[in-house]
């Protein structure tokens, strides 16, 4: 079945260490991929997207993501964390293919230590 | 402008009963979704919409309706709760659907006893 992959589940930081998230899909052909995040008690919002050009994105909040054609990935990466990075993060991916729909992986549980 | 908007903010439901799940948004969004988060399972998309009077079945319909009467309102309906709806169920909005970021409400936490 196609679908998107976190593989870590939750990852613990002190802060000033450096972020990368991994995420991978199985679609085939175009997509258009995004990273979303779910700060405590606070709405889902956008962090990146991609949708061509250059493979490396930035977004809000110093991330940046990069995508990888060849190895079907969008890993997310920081430089350095804050306590206020503290949140779930989701990839997600919207093949252009079919229902045209967003496919979320199964979220990454960021803690960030003082 | 309050963006997407859902009530309740929880509820407890017995196993059987029925209730709706209202969804409503401000910014003339033609594409609606709602979606299901389960811990270890991310977000599932339960039922889309792409106008008024157009909606269509995501990855996990089964047990849920909805219907799209106007714009801005998407309700989400249990038929007749199960435990296993036990989750948390967020509505989300965009301009379409694809490429647009999308705007998520701030979630239902739904309990079935």
């Known amino acids: 079945a196609q679908s998107v992959s976190q593989h870590n589940h939750h990852v613990i930081l002190s802060e000033a260490a450096s972020l990368e998230l991994g995420c991978n899909y199985s679609y085939g052909g175009t997509v258009n991929l995004f990273w979303y995040v779910q700060y405590p008690g606070q709405h889902l919002q956008l962090l990146l997207k991609y949708f061509s050009g250059d493979p490396l994105v930035k977004g809000i909040k110093g991330f940046e993501a990069e995508f990888i054609k060849s190895k079907f990935s969008f890993n997310l990466r920081k430089p350095s964390v804050q306590w206020s990075d503290t949140a779930e993060y989701f990839c997600a991916v919207n093949p252009l293919t079919g229902a045209n729909n967003l496919f979320f992986g199964t979220g990454t549980r960021l803690t960030v230590i003082p | 402008n309050a963006g997407v908007t859902q009530t309740p903010k929880f509820q407890v439901l017995k196993t059987g009963q029925s209730m709706t799940l209202q969804c409503a948004q401000d910014?003339?969004?033609?594409?609606m979704s709602w979606y299901r988060q389960d811990p270890g399972m991310g977000l599932r998309l339960i039922h889309y919409?792409?106008?008024?009077?157009?909606?269509d079945q995501g990855e996990v319909p089964n047990g849920y309706n909805v219907s799209r009467s106007t714009t801005e309102d998407f309700p989400l309906r249990l038929l007749s709760a199960a435990p296993s709806q036990t989750s948390v169920y967020f509505c989300?909005?965009?301009?379409?659907?694809?490429?647009?970021?999308?705007?998520f409400g701030p979630g239902t936490r739904l309990l079935v006893l």
């Open positions: 919409s792409v106008g008024a009077g157009i909606t």
């Open positions: 910014m003339n969004h033609e594409y």
């Open positions: 989300a909005s965009s301009y379409s659907r694809g490429r647009e970021t999308q705007y």
